[in-house]
């Protein structure tokens, strides 16, 4: 807890985000409003729904191009659906009984061992 609050310190006084992925789930959940007999269903929607949202951005991008005030605009609008995007992970991670931080840590930990064994490259989940 010392060294968590003394992380949290460190973050403040470099001006970081210091909330925690477990907090961000908390917190995220407080505000989700949907049929709970369909929250699968409704999130993964939702979580694919928000991705779409971001390709179209990108789209648009290359189809009218964008100098570079309007692209720094596009970059942040961009993030800000990352944040709609993050909220359905979270929500989709508690659906199936997931803490998003153990997910994130999961995901960095395989993604780290692929490539220490050189797989990142190819397919298939079990590499
Ligand atoms: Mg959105």
Partial sequence: MRLE?????????RGMSTITATEYQQKASETAIFPKEK????????LTGEAGEIANKVKKLIRDGADKETLEQKKIEIGYEIGDVLWYCAM?????????????ENNINKLHSRKERGTI?????NR
């Fill in 39 to 46: 929250a699968l269903e409704y999130i993964t929607l939702g």
């Fill in 121 to 125: 490259s190819g397919s298939g989940d």
């Fill in 92 to 104: 989709l991670a508690k659906e199936v009984g997931m803490n998003l931080g153990h997910v994130m």
């Fill in 5 to 13: 609050q003394e992380a949290k310190q460190f973050m403040e006084r």
